[in-house]
Structures are given as structure tokens and as C-alpha cells.
T-cell receptor, first 112, second 112 residues
Framework: DAKTTQPTSMDCAEGRAANLPCNHS???????VYWYRQIHSQGPQYIIH???NNETNEMASLIITEDRKSSTLILPHATLRDTAVYYC?????????????FGTGTSLTVIP | GAVVSQHPSWVICKSGTSVKIECRSL??????MFWYRQFPKQSLMLMAT?????????EQGVEKDKFLINHASLTLSTLTVTSAHPEDSSFYIC????????FGPGTRLTVL
């Protein structure tokens, strides 16, 4: 699976949109982009995933560039409860191995 | 999304004892589950792949005789930390699912 690069930390004002970037310049055609987040002392929580089209669900939006070398997770109206470490992972789907390899992630702090 | 549970959520034990951690998929069957370990302020590190009906597959550097994995049924995997030592104190997390992995809430192990 391709590697990802994310900023170590970011701040966002409460109520504003949080835009978390991820670089995956070596992504291959059959690799999806997954986003998870981990609130302190909890297991990672699935947020969203996509292949090449932009995706939106009740939690967030995922914007993938046309060349698929980078993506942005958007939390439209950040709240204090969105403070967490956000992980961007790329992996082949279907994946007989299924395991996820986590990078260092981005620590997002939502400021009141 | 699918639900994965872990038990116990935290455990404290004396050095030299063994500790068993359970991981259950509550609303789906999982032929494969994954075990991760996370040290403070670090990312998740994959330890092993638990396979129902066959031996677990361990990541490089993980001692299979120390971290015993049993996948007794399609909804239950157990991780036993044998002869635990203080350096085994960590946050242990399991996951299960198909292409999208769902994570348990984690088990905090403290070895005195």
C-alpha cells in the first residue's frame, strides 16, 4: 500500500471548516483513500473513504484531486468533540489482507 | 457501521502473570481480525493477523510465543499476553471488517 504524508498538527476555530490535507503521490489505480480519527484513549473511528470521486457523508467530505496524488478531508463545522488525531490511509480494495498500516496522522485541535 | 467490542477496557496485572484480551464482532462475522498496539503519543502498530481456524500471522519483530492469538469463532479473537512485563504496558486495539475496518475501543494494559 502506498505511503501517506500528513501535517503533524493543525488548529481550527470552533464552528469553522477544518481542512485536513493528505499527500499520497505514489497511490496506484486500485488504491482507495481512507480516513479515520482517534480521540484520546479510544479506538480509531471510520470517517469516510473514496477512490477518485469526491465523497460526502454525515461526518465529513472527502475531496480527491484529479491526479489522485492528494486529498483533503473536510469537517464542515468543527466542534470541540472533533479534536482528535486524523489518519489518512491508502490501500488496495478488495484487499485479501485487510490490515491497515497507520502513519503518524494529523493532530487536530479545535479551539473555542 | 459495524460494531467491534473489546474486554476488558482496562487491566492492571503483576509482572509475570498472563492477561487475556477479547475482541468480538457484534453484528457481523469476521474470518480475520487484527491486533494493534499503541504506545503513548505514538501511532498504532500492527502486531498480528488473527485467522479463524488457522494460525495467526505475526508482523516482523512481534514475539508469537509472548502474544498468543486464538480465533475461536467467527466473532471472537483473543490476545493473551504471556508473562507480562512492565514494557508490555500499552493500549491494545483490535479491528475487523471487510474492506472497511472497524476498530474496538481498546484495552489499556498496565503491568506493575
Amino acid at each position: 500500500d502506498a505511503k501517506t504524508t500528513q501535517p503533524t498538527s493543525m488548529d481550527c476555530a470552533e464552528g469553522r471548516a477544518a481542512n485536513l490535507p493528505c499527500n499520497h503521490s505514489t497511490i496506484s489505480g486500485n488504491e482507495y483513500v481512507y480516513w479515520y480519527r482517534q480521540i484520546h484513549s479510544q479506538g480509531p473511528q471510520y470517517i469516510i473513504h473514496g477512490l477518485k470521486n469526491n465523497e460526502t457523508n454525515e461526518m465529513a467530505s472527502l475531496i480527491i484531486t484529479e491526479d489522485r496524488k492528494s486529498s483533503t478531508l473536510i469537517l464542515p463545522h468543527a466542534t470541540l468533540r472533533d479534536t482528535a488525531v486524523y489518519y489518512c490511509i491508502v490501500r488496495v480494495v478488495p484487499n485479501t489482507g485487510n490490515q491497515f498500516y497507520f502513519g503518524t496522522g494529523t493532530s487536530l485541535t479545535v479551539i473555542p | 457501521g459495524a460494531v467491534v467490542s473489546q474486554h476488558p477496557s482496562w487491566v492492571i496485572c503483576k509482572s509475570g502473570t498472563s492477561v487475556k484480551i477479547e475482541c468480538r464482532s457484534l453484528d457481523f462475522q469476521a474470518t480475520t481480525m487484527f491486533w494493534y498496539r499503541q504506545f503513548p503519543k505514538q501511532s498504532l502498530m500492527l502486531m498480528a493477523t488473527s485467522n479463524e481456524g488457522s494460525k495467526a500471522t505475526y508482523e516482523q519483530g512481534v514475539e508469537k510465543d509472548k502474544f498468543l492469538i486464538n480465533h475461536a469463532s467467527l466473532t471472537l479473537s483473543t490476545l493473551t499476553v504471556t508473562s507480562a512485563h512492565p514494557e508490555d504496558s500499552s493500549f491494545y486495539i483490535c479491528s475487523a471488517g471487510q474492506d472497511t475496518q472497524y476498530f474496538g475501543p481498546g484495552t489499556r494494559l498496565t503491568v506493575l
